[in-house]
């Protein structure tokens, strides 16, 4: 059985950068591919990026998002800089397939 | 990239009820269609992958169907535990890309 546990929620200002972790047991980071996927507040789903197994991200963060992966930990981590309130969200890694996801991470971006 | 639009965005129903979701591709995907559900304050669940398949453990009465551009998910008797907002996804090319969200709603 595979579990994801993120880190905690974050409060940040604008221009900020945050970075999200994602911790994979039950499996190792080399046996999933993991994806990013965040969810303003009242809204719907948008993915940002994941592995496949290089690095694919969407459109809309390139050049704002750096996804990394630490083997020795099977922690992926999601980093989003000069962070806008726009990007207020909570934040899921899951896998590849989407059958296993974290229990999100809420980013808030207010002055 | 593809947009999914998903019908309706707000459905009203009892318990027993029969509830049909419809998804609908801008180009085709062939059978690379998921849907979740998404109760709030949680995070998705995956019922149904490759447009018809369950996934292990849920529970029959979900059922998914489609393929090309036009997907449904039917849940054949609905149950107190199914009120909750449900997406399509499509994965067949980047980026991935969900529907809009319908909202089932006790009536």
């Known amino acids: 059985q595979v579990q994801l546990v993120q880190s905690g929620a974050e409060v940040k200002k604008p221009g900020a950068s945050v970075k999200v972790s994602c911790k994979v047991s039950g499996h190792t980071l080399t046996e999933v591919s993991m994806h990013w996927v965040r969810q303003a507040p009242g809204k719907g789903l948008e993915w940002m990026g994941g592995?496949?197994?290089?690095?694919v991200y969407a459109q809309k963060f390139q050049g704002r998002v750096t996804m990394t992966e630490d083997t020795s930990t099977d922690t992926g981590y999601m980093e989003l800089s000069s962070l806008r309130s726009e990007d207020t969200a909570v934040y899921y890694c899951?896998?590849?397939?989407?059958?296993?996801w974290g229990q999100g991470t809420l980013v808030t971006v207010s002055s | 990239d593809i947009q999914m639009t998903q019908s309706p965005s707000t459905l009203s129903a009892s318990v027993g009820d029969r509830v049909t979701i419809t998804c609908r591709a801008s180009q085709t995907i062939s059978s690379w269609l998921a849907w979740l559900q998404q109760k709030p304050g949680k995070a998705p669940k995956l019922l149904v992958y490759k447009a018809s398949s369950l996934q292990s453990g849920v529970p029959s009465r979900f059922s998914g169907s489609g393929s090309g551009t036009e997907f449904t998910l039917t849940i054949s008797s609905l149950q107190p535990d199914d009120f909750a907002t449900y997406y399509c996804?499509?994965?067949?090319?980047?980026?991935?890309?969900f529907g809009q969200g319908t909202k089932v709603e006790i009536k």
């Open positions: 996804q499509q994965y067949n090319s980047y980026p991935w890309t």
């Open positions: 899951a896998t590849d397939a989407l059958d296993y």
């Open positions: 592995f496949d197994p290089e690095r």
